[in-house]
């Protein structure tokens, strides 16, 4: 971004659902993410990842503390299309082509008719589904439609990616390969990207930060900075550096477990 | 180092799996095995009945042999056909006062959803009245020859139906989807427009499918309460009176005809509109 603010910048952000039964999801976040970094938020279920997501990306509103995007505050950072958002479901409306579905966010946007379709073919080619303009969702595999969903939330050249699960559903060959293919799109695209995840090899293998966190309430218990090298690999995953900082992030997440009760 | 044939691999299994497609002749082969079963089923119906009433002697008056139907049917052709041609057009335009009304309280329940609180109740109200027990009041409404007072009825008969369906299938969109449109910084009308109104269409029409039919049977039953002779009702209640069940046969058997007419030409505007639809995709997958 131009400006030199940090991509997202939260002091002391809370967050409680209210109800029946209040629930207290976020306590106390403090974060600075910076442009261009890859962060991974990790935590068991219930940790409140996916709120901390939707907060930054003003899908939710914070109970309490303050929150900026690129120096804006989310509501801003919204309405000036600074997100793109992939859920775990790749939510392709299935009456739309493949380039249709991508060129959803730039008919929203009021993109000229004649920018759209190359816009949302170049998406395509970064992809890597070039010939699939024309099919419909319900024609392509899971990992293929993810994809599709990527290149959408792209497509306006959002400058966060806010990711929520992605590859939660997709087999582990796939699963692997998509990882591979978001790292090269990240190098391609000046995005910050904000990844939730379940798993440690995926969070260690992307990300340039990963965040652990800790359930009821959800808080940061630790930043961990994942130094491996550049471009990574299928080699990255069998280097002893790489199991090195699974371990780091596995012992942060046992720690951050308050007390062993479950079963 | 990324392979997408590895995913590609799917579609092109999917390629090979297609029913549909290749040459004129297999494409012709498909459609008579579409629909050979029900010919079969319907010409046998018609023999066994033929026979039956044959064999067993059956009287006209309880079961006339659709030899017979036939005859009469071509006997009375510009009499029934224009007795049909009013009861077509009581049904058709009644289903349209009924679509227009049913997406027009839609939209508006979605739009202002305190009005669903409101109308919901009011409208489950309406569609457990036997709505044809209202003919009568429709008659002293719109005046009994009226074409209006009979379209009132069909129209009332499939409004609840019609409405309870769209009102679902705008709503039923994902919590994804609307989250996805307003990280889009989409506008409300963007929402209804691009996501809820398509989510609606598969909804919407099995409704409408299901309203069709109604709509024959409607107008049919809301001429028995008066109105015009030259009408499908009036024809086969005077044929039946006299003891002309051949007649009376014949404009039952047009009454369906028509029902049919109308039902295949929602399923041919449903192709048209929703070819994307499950339902639909192995004949739009060639």
């Known amino acids: 971004m131009s400006s030199g603010a940090p991509a997202v910048a939260a002091a002391g952000v809370g967050k409680v659902f209210v109800g029946d039964s209040s629930v207290e999801a976020l306590q106390g976040i403090d974060l600075t993410i910076q442009q261009n970094d890859f962060i991974a938020l990790i935590g068991p279920s219930g940790c409140g990842k996916s709120t901390l997501l939707r907060l930054v990306g003003d899908l939710l509103a914070p109970t309490s503390g303050s929150l900026a995007v690129n120096g804006k505050t989310p509501n801003e950072a919204r309405l000036a299309r600074e997100y793109g958002m992939v859920f775990q479901k790749a939510t392709l409306l299935e009456w739309r082509t493949v380039l249709k579905n991508i060129e959803l966010p730039l008919e929203v946007m009021d993109f000229d008719k004649e920018e759209r379709e190359p816009r949302a073919r170049e998406m395509l080619d970064l992809v890597q589904l070039s010939d699939f303009g024309d099919s419909y969702p319900w024609q392509l595999s899971g990992g293929m439609q993810q994809r599709v969903a990527i290149a959408r939330a792209l497509a306006f050249k959002p400058s966060i990616l806010l990711m929520d699960e992605p590859f939660g559903a997709l087999d582990e060959m796939t699963r692997e390969r998509m990882q591979l293919e978001l790292l090269e799109i990240w190098d391609r695209t000046d995005t910050t990207v904000i990844f939730v995840t379940h798993s440690i090899p995926e969070a260690v293998f992307l990300a340039t930060h990963v965040v652990v966190m800790s359930p009821r309430p959800g808080r940061i218990t630790d930043v961990i900075d994942v130094d491996l090298p550049r471009p990574r690999g299928f080699e990255t995953r069998e280097s002893p550096r790489f199991y090195e900082k699974l371990t780091e992030v596995r012992e942060a997440l046992r720690r951050a477990e308050p007390e062993p009760d479950r079963q | ?286």
Do not use: C
């Open chain 2, 1 to 286: 180092m990324t392979d997408p044939s590895h995913d590609s691999a799917v579609l092109t299994a999917f390629e090979d799996d297609l029913p549909l497609g290749g040459t004129k002749r297999t494409r012709r082969r498909q459609l008579i095995g579409r629909y050979l079963p029900a010919a079969i089923a319907f010409v046998s119906v018609l023999v066994v009945w033929e026979l039956f009433v044959e064999l067993a002697n059956v009287k006209s008056f309880i079961l006339p042999a659709p030899s017979e139907i036939t005859a009469a049917f071509f006997e009375e052709f510009s009499t029934i056909w224009s007795a049909g041609w009013t009861t077509l057009r009581e049904a058709v335009g009644g289903l349209f006062i009924g679509l227009f009304l049913a997406i027009f309280v839609s939209f508006s329940i979605v739009r202002w959803t305190w009005l669903e609180e409101g109308v919901m109740p009011v409208a489950i109200a309406i569609g457990t009245i036997p709505i044809v027990a209202m003919a009568p009041i429709m008659n002293a409404w719109f005046s009994i020859t009226s074409l209006l007072s009979k379209m009132a009825v069909v129209a009332l008969v499939i409004f609840f139906p019609v409405m309870i369906n769209t009102v679902r299938g705008l709503n039923e969109v994902s919590a994804e989807e609307v989250e996805l449109m307003r990280s889009f910084a989409a506008p409300g009308r963007d929402l209804l427009l691009r996501v809820r109104v398509p989510n609606a269409l598969p909804y919407f029409f099995s409704a409408l499918k299901v309203a069709s039919a109604l709509s024959m049977i409607a107008a049919v039953v809301a001429e028995y309460f008066g109105g015009r002779q030259d009408a499908l009702g009036p024809y086969i209640l005077q044929k039946a009176g006299l003891l002309r069940f051949a007649e009376a046969w014949a404009g039952i058997g047009v009454a369906s005809i028509l029902g049919i007419a109308v039902y295949s030409a929602v399923v041919l505007l449903e192709r048209a509109v929703m070819p994307w639809h499950v339902s639909l995709r192995v004949a739009a997958g060639e």
